[in-house]
């Protein structure tokens, strides 16, 4: 029998940082919330490479008192409760006293504190939680923490990181969160050197969602306010126009602690049923105060999980207010000339950056030497051709087979010679073929969606939408195999707004983005300039294309693999085909057949749909009783 042994305090630090400090956003996680705990109205986040490198917290709290500082280090230290019974009304963000020292075990930390009492600051640094200098410094009133070279001595943890635009991406993502819970408190969040954001600290939390998520959205948010028996309710609701295919525009903050709740996001997407349709999901920004009592935030020591003493109640009130809200306002949606918004405040707090002035004078001469140096790219946006260009390797002038269906389809080609389509043999019954063809007997159009063929005996009926959304699929997969994609040039170019974990993605991909066919630029802070798209999804709402596609990107692992994004992009080609409840003439049907012969698999559409049913002579006489 193996001999029981007790552990040395060293892996049990690293044991214990493993549920606390999963990645670099786990540590600005801890050290912001200590931050905001210990009073801040200011603080400054600033990484370097994604956090892997260099993570500084910065903020004018009330500090730490030299005579406490080795013990803010030591495992379950905590200044925020005493006893058990303060864990069932805690009304701090952190409690557990595991942070500081699970950090320490597998970084190397320097700390910089001071008091408003004392004359001195107090400088410590560790290396894997040991001490390795102690020593008294001038500095500010509160507290500066730095964290280099995360987990250089735990490389298997190391090796699992991700990219450090990636890592990155989520440390944006977890700063949004954290102004949105706190737009009373400044923040200036700094990536590579480079301000990413600044908030002013007003307390106006539509401020916030302008700054993050731009003007768009910030024009069509509701004001949220009602109040019941232990909560209360403040923020905004977005218009059910602005909804997303995932649920990473649910913004939801329980007593100030942003948190993942799947109770909430289903009181949240109640209270927008009706309005909403199916797997789509809303954009919100929300505050919830309840009692401390009826709440449970020691569930996870990273304290993102919830739970409810009343989950039920909670649901009912939540469900109920947010249906009230949206019920209040005429949800019929106008079209405005937009008035230009308004200026935003000007930073009111100064941040603390004890130790930066000279790093960002310096980083002030190097940006302008940059931009001097920096040969200014000149376009002309006043053109407007519909092939502006070709991208990819080798350009090449595009075969009949390659053409897009025109908006009023015609099955000859310049020439004025009949197409010959091509159709691979897959198939046992051969309806959908060049002989086939010879026999059809185009009726006509019913439901301005559905064309019916007489063919021998059977009556098909064509999906017009899911035919065309089929050849526009395979044309684009086909161009992007062969690197012919076309791009349109979109006059005036379409103003997107990135959030953190968005950006860092689309950087990530850019070159993909670019192959396949769009040109996006930098437009300042958080917003791209779409000046092009692929030709063969141009005019079907480039915007709205644009964000879902990244949507589709944040949902899941992308795999880093070009197909996977080239697949996403090309299932969209059902923006940009020809809809129901849209007329078309027998020309255009002709040719909408004649391009769907040329297709391996012309039968289902790429969600799965049929592209044609058959209805034999035998059904129609068995469904008029000519048949018993």
């Not at 029998?1 to 956003?25: C, F, N, W, Y």
């Not at 007003?202 to 069509?220: N, Q």
């Not at 004025?416 to 043999?425: D, R, S, W, Y």
């Not at 080239?566 to 003439?585: D, T």
Request: hydrophobic share 40%.
């Amino acid at each position: 029998m193996q001999k029981i042994q007790l552990l040395d305090h060293d892996t049990i630090d690293k044991i214990a940082a493993g549920e606390v400090v999963e990645r670099p956003s786990s540590v600005v996680k801890e050290l912001v919330e200590n931050s905001m705990d210990a009073g801040a109205d200011s603080v400054t986040v600033e990484i370097k490479d994604g956090g892997i490198s260099m993570i500084r917290i910065t903020d004018n709290g009330c500090g730490i008192d030299k005579t406490q500082v080795d013990n803010a280090f030591v495992r379950h230290a905590t200044s925020k409760i005493r006893n058990i019974s303060d864990l069932s009304r805690i009304s701090s963000l952190g409690f557990r006293g595991e942070a500081l020292s699970s950090i320490a075990a597998v970084a190397k930390v320097e700390m910089i504190t001071k008091t408003k009492e004392s004359l001195l600051g107090v400088r410590l640094l560790l290396e894997g939680a040991d001490n390795k200098e102690t020593e008294e410094v001038g500095a500010p009133e509160g507290t500066t923490i730095i964290v280099r070279n995360l987990f250089f001595n735990t490389p298997v943890r190391r090796k699992f990181l991700k990219q450090p635009a990636t890592e990155g991406g989520y440390v944006s993502d977890l700063m949004e969160h954290m102004a949105l819970s706190h737009p009373d408190i400044s923040f200036k969040y700094i990536i590579n050197g480079q301000i990413r954001f600044h908030t002013t600290g007003s307390g106006d939390l539509k401020e916030i969602i302008y700054r993050i998520y731009g003007r768009d959205i910030a024009g069509e948010v509701l004001p949220l306010s009602c109040e019941g028996p232990g909560m209360k309710i403040m923020g905004f609701l977005g218009k059910p126009t602005i909804n997303r295919a995932n649920r990473n525009y649910e913004n939801y903050f329980v007593n100030r602690r942003f948190v993942k709740s799947g109770l909430v996001s289903k009181a949240i997407e109640e209270g927008y049923k009706g309005y909403l349709m199916q797997h789509k999901y809303p954009f919100t920004v929300l505050h919830f105060d309840l009692d401390t009592e009826t709440i449970d935030v020691n569930v996870h020591p990273t304290k993102m999980d919830i739970r409810f003493t009343n989950g039920a109640a909670f649901f009912d009130f939540t469900a109920k207010a947010i249906a009230g809200a949206l019920s209040q306002k005429e949800m019929i949606p106008e079209v405005v000339l937009a008035a230009e918004p308004q200026d935003i405040e000007p930073v009111k707090k100064d941040v603390p950056e004890p130790f930066e002035e000279k790093r960002l004078r310096e980083s002030k001469v190097a940006e302008s030497m940059e931009y001097r140096a920096k040969e200014q790219k000149m376009q002309d946006f006043m053109q407007n051709p519909v092939w502006s260009r070709v991208i990819g390797e080798g350009k090449k002038e595009k075969s009949d087979e390659n053409e897009n269906l025109p908006a009023n389809p015609n099955p000859q080609n310049d020439t004025g010679v009949t197409k010959e389509p091509f159709q691979m043999e897959l198939f046992e019954e051969k309806i959908l073929t060049k002989e086939a063809k010879a026999g059809y007997n185009i009726l006509g159009q019913i439901f301005d969606t559905y064309w019916l063929i007489g063919y021998q005996d059977q009556l098909l009926i064509m999906d017009q939408h899911a035919a065309h959304e089929k050849v526009k699929y395979e044309k684009l997969i086909a161009a992007l195999r062969k690197k012919e994609i076309v791009s349109q040039l979109i006059n005036p170019p379409l103003i997107v707004t990135l959030g953190g974990r968005q950006e860092n993605l689309y950087l990530e991909y850019a070159s993909v983005f670019e192959r396949l066919g769009f040109e996006i630029e930098s437009f300042g802070g958080n917003e791209y300039a779409i000046r092009a798209v692929p030709a063969d999804l141009y005019g079907c709402n480039e915007k709205e294309l644009f964000e879902e596609i990244m949507d589709e990107l944040m949902s899941g692992p992308v795999r880093g693999t070009v197909s996977v994004i080239e697949e996403k992009i090309a299932s969209m080609s059902c923006k940009a085909a020809v809809k129901g409840n849209m007329r078309m003439n027998a020309a255009e049907a002709e040719a909408l057949i004649d391009q769907l012969l040329t297709l391996d698999n012309p039968y289902h559409c790429p969600h799965g749909r049929p592209t044609l049913i058959a209805m034999t002579k035998y059904e129609l006489e068995k469904k008029f009783k000519r048949i018993v």
